[in-house]
């Protein structure tokens, strides 16, 4: 068990399970990508230890950048994406791949996608750590996803609540009391 702030945690996926599972996805790409050189887009904060563990099992050559943007405020969304660190390359005629750490509702992915298919990208697909099917809100083709989980607040593995708890090996949930 572990508090953050005013809210206390139970382990939920362990780290041995995570790596299994980040393994399995970046497989996936493996067989998908092959031949190819997408660039990854690892989105900020959330998706920086789910990233640096994934490329490390890609065989296929590819770029990675991290951007910025953000919808959420304490546990929950605001339902808009704001702000944005920019994506420095062209985009034109790539491969994209956006690295995300967990869809929730959906609203930054159905946000995203169609500003990256503007920049005349040939493909644009989403690999997401975690997804709250439940919670979904929007219309969203989520390819490549590591672990569906029910509709709960979670902690850990580059996750945070309000800014801190990103640094756990494994990831927690929070305990309703
Ligand atoms: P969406 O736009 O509602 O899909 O929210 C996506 C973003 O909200 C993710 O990139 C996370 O940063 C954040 N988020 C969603 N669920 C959780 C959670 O359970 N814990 C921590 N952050 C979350
Ligand atoms: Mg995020």
Do not use: W
Request: net charge negative.
């Amino acid at each position: 068990m572990i508090t953050i702030k005013d809210k206390q945690f139970e382990p939920f996926i362990n780290k041995g399970m995570i790596a299994e599972r980040v393994e399995a996805l970046a497989e996936r790409l493996n067989d998908d990508y092959r031949g190819k050189r997408p660039i990854l887009i690892a989105i900020l904060n959330g998706a920086f230890m789910f990233a640096a563990d994934l490329v490390r099992h890609l065989t296929f050559e590819h770029e990675i950048q991290f951007a910025k943007f953000s919808s959420y405020e304490g546990m929950e969304t605001t339902g808009r994406v704001k702000q944005l660190i920019g994506v420095c390359s062209d985009l034109m005629d790539r491969d994209v791949i956006i690295v995300e750490d967990i869809i929730d509702t959906g609203t930054t992915m159905y946000s995203l996608i169609p500003q990256f298919r503007n920049m005349g990208v040939r493909s644009v697909e989403v690999a997401t750590l975690l997804m709250k099917p439940g919670k979904l809100q929007v219309p969203l083709n989520v390819k490549y996803c590591a672990m569906e989980i029910p509709n709960e607040f979670i902690v850990g593995y580059g996750l945070d609540y309000d800014g801190l708890g990103r640094n756990y090996e494994s990831i927690y949930v929070v305990k309703e009391n």
